[in-house]
């Protein structure tokens, strides 16, 4: 699996964008962009995934560039809940293989979000 | 309740010692995997399971043993402690079928601590 760069902090006002960089220069074109994040003590939580074209849900937006270089994961109204620390990890999409199921968490991005 | 459980949630025992985490779901899911997290660390991937009674070593497997015997039931041995196993262990599980979104279901975490 490719490696990911992130930034180790970040610091978002509440009720501001949170745009949460992530570089992985050497990502393959089977390799999905994956992003989860971790509330202190608890077990990761699955926020996004893509491959090429930008994704949306209820808790985030997943921008991926043109050439699948960079991603950024938005936060669009961060509030303090999302304080966190936030994992991008790229995967080989694939189905029932046992190697391509594995994820790779580095250490993340720390976001903090304040009054 | 539904979802993927761990017990015991926290554990002191001491050095030699065996110490058994279980991990338990309640969906089915085929694969099931064993992460620990360390001070300032990212995740770090120990066994994973494909299926009942198909396991494979993660990133970090010296130290540990694992069995698959009921596709529920995933748990993890450490068959003598040391303190560099001090940890917070994670365990996870992921639904395989025609669609795979990759998606992880983490448990809430069993924080172990070797004297």
Known sequence: DAKTTQPPSMDCAEGRAANLPCNHSTISGN???????????????????????????EMASLIITED????????????????????CIVRVGSVNTGTASKLTFGTGTRLQVTL | DAGITQSPRYKIT???????????????????FWYRQDLGHGLRLIYYSAAADITDKGEVPDGYV???????????????A???????????????GHVDTGELFFGEGSRLTVL
Request: net charge positive.
């Open chain 2, 66 to 80: 694992v069995s698959r015997s009921k596709t529920e039931n995933f748990p993890l041995t450490l068959e003598s």
């Open chain 2, 14 to 32: 001491e050095t030699g010692r065996q110490v058994t985490l279980m991990c338990h779901q309640t969906w089915s899911h085929s694969y099931m």
């Open chain 2, 82 to 96: 040391t303190r560099s196993q001090t940890s917070v262990y994670f365990c996870a599980s992921r639904e395989t």
């Open chain 1, 68 to 87: 699948r270089k960079s991603s950024t994961l938005i936060l669009p109204h961060a509030t303090l809940r999302d304080t966190a620390v936030y994992y």
């Open chain 1, 31 to 57: 390799e999905y962009v994956y992003w989860y994040r971790q509330i202190h003590s608890q077990g990761p939580q699955y926020i996004i995934h893509g491959l090429k074209n930008n994704e949306t849900n």
